[in-house]
């Protein structure tokens, strides 16, 4: 393993991207100083309606352990949170959407919905807990 944290950071970035699947441009990795920890938010643009939701935070002491901490959630995430769908329009448009989350509870699925936006600013008129499978 690499002594160079930018090299390992960019590694674990590409192998999260790789594991869910997204093109370049679709997953934002923004962090903050939060306590005297390092907060990394993986944020989702969807190239179809060109909005950013949530998709999760970790906590850690530095960029790298959170890096680890999201490849570790992203590789089993599917089997420890329920699937949402969410029917939702954004205040101006016309045009219903329709969004899906995976979350713990439908509290956790509306806040990844209204991550960095004033609650004003989109409309939800669904939110339904998918089947499992």
Not at 53 to 82: I, P
Request: charged share 25%; glycine share 4%; hydrophobic share 30%.
């Amino acid at each position: 393993m690499s002594n160079d944290t930018h090299v390992e950071s960019a590694r674990l970035q590409r192998e999260i991207e790789q594991h869910l699947g997204m093109e370049p441009g679709q997953l934002l990795f923004e962090y903050r100083q939060l306590d005297g920890q390092t907060r990394l938010d993986l944020i989702t643009v969807n190239p179809r309606h060109q909005q950013s939701f949530l998709f999760r935070y970790e906590l850690g002491y530095d960029r790298v352990d959170c890096l680890r901490k999201m490849l570790s959630y992203v590789r089993s995430f599917r089997d420890t949170e329920s699937s949402y769908t969410l029917q939702w329009r954004a205040r101006g448009d016309k045009e219903l959407q329709t969004s899906y989350f995976r979350a713990h509870n439908v509290y956790e699925a509306l806040d990844k919905l209204y991550y960095g936006r004033d609650l004003n600013t989109i409309t939800v008129f669904s939110v339904v807990l998918n089947p499992s499978s």
